[in-house]
């Protein structure tokens, strides 16, 4: 559904145009307007404007007060110039509910499309095979699907590419012990993807210890490799096993955490296999990458060692084989020539920065990026454990992911038990996941993404604070009070005053959009939490201090406090949406 211009107009919008509309002589200059504590808003610009046209900021700022109506039936109620030449400016009651009310007729919550949007390919949620997910897999699934919904919303083109490690030398040890030992991976029927990785785990360590003990056995894994990477049918085919068994288990991991992986996004190291010969081929003839001790390396001025000598980025190694350098150049190739990318975003642990440092700065060289295509590494930091140290169980070993959530989602029930009333035991198992999995999700992307985070369970599923359960509260206790009124459809009332808590609450819903579009354009979902959480904050004083369905209200009083709770809902509930959480109707 297309968004309508006007609709989407904020009450700063329709400030901002009122002022360059007082003042011609500004043209195009920023009023430089942001919301204050004094007033409702603030507009700096004048500063800037004198000191362009060389004249005196108050006798400007002056101009525009004069210039304008003033009065509850306009937008602005009060308008007056303070200090150097800032301008003070409170907008009427009117204006914040006609301007709310025109939102809330749209489905978007008045949300512009992006008027130029491109196409971004976002490499995310990339587990390994064989290998058990950890929290930094998290971490990668749960930020890469919040920016891949708030891009699609923004009306970007979105590919999603799920770079997944199914490829390298452990493989000829995997393969070689399963063919000694064939029946390891076979199931009768069906298998849940906690048996799928525990069979793969159990292969991992009986081929591992058997490579470690056993010369004759790591010689026949060896040649194996080589098998692998000639592309030898019988090996390939047992190589897809193990993929294809990691993958009901990756699938398992996915739905737990509500988050939808499609099959044809699925496009592991292994799918640029074709490309890799021809990448450092490319690369050593236009002699972007030197042939350094047999190997073919890329130099770089500002990438040194310890004792200051050049750390390459290997793209072929000296005994011929190739590695993630490579791939990823590979993959540069095909995301920006045949999907037409022009922006390419890694949602991938701040520690793989030097890497991506060096590929993209390769590509450049190569001219595969050019001033036309951004490379972008969303980098995310290390997911800490209480005592500040990254996440280990206690036994010094990574902590697994389903266990933590399968934890998550155990609190997160006492949590729902504690509250429910006449819930059966299948409606507390279904919210205690929505809880629980919001509860961590929320707690991942509250904090900027690039910073470390510690994991506390208790606090996630806290119900006061910063916690994705205080707003999920929030909007379940709207739902039941508009419920409880039962109301056809919300009235605004715009000729109504408004108490300070109701103002409070309208000029923060008027920043929905405005917040969409920087934590879409900023790839910063952190941003659209912290405003989830004001909102329901605000509602929360809101609530205490004005009645909605009091007898002593007069009806429109009543109907447009309705209206406020309504749009508050609507607000939470897209932008929860827009993060990955659930927001049941009922907790
Ligand atoms: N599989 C890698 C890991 O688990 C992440 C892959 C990131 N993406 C990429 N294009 N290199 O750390």
Redesign the pocket.
Known sequence: MASVPSLASTLHQRIADALSAALPEAGAADPLLRRSDRADFQANGMLALAKKLKGNPRELAAKVVEGLPVGEGELMREIEVSGPGFLNISVSDRAITETLAARAADERLGVPFKEHPGATVI?WA???VAKEMHV??LRNTVIGNSVVRLLEFTGEKVISRH???DWGTQFGMLIQYLIEHPHELDHKGGVSGEEAMSSLNRLYKASRALFDSDEEFKTRARRRVVDLQAGDAETIALWQKFVDESKIYFYSVFDKLDVEIRDEDIVGESGYNDMLAETCRMLEESGVAVRSEGALCVFFDDVKGPEGNPVPLIVQKSDGGFG?AAT?LS?IRDRVFNLKADTLL?V??TRQSLHFKMVFETARRAGWLTDDVKAVQLGFGTVLGKDGKPFKTREGETVRLVDLLDEAIERAAAVVREKARDLTEEEIADRAAQVGIGAVKYADLSTSAARDYKFDLDQMVSLNGDTSVYLQYAFARIQSILRKAGTAGPVAHPELALAPAERALGLHLDQFAATVAEAAGEYAPHKLAGYLYQLASLYTSFYDQCQVLSEENPAEVVENRLFLCDLTARTLHRGMALLGIRTPERL
Do not use: E, L, M, T
């Open positions: 490499d990339q587990p390994n930094g897999h770079h997944i490690g993630y990823d993959a890694y991938v642990d």
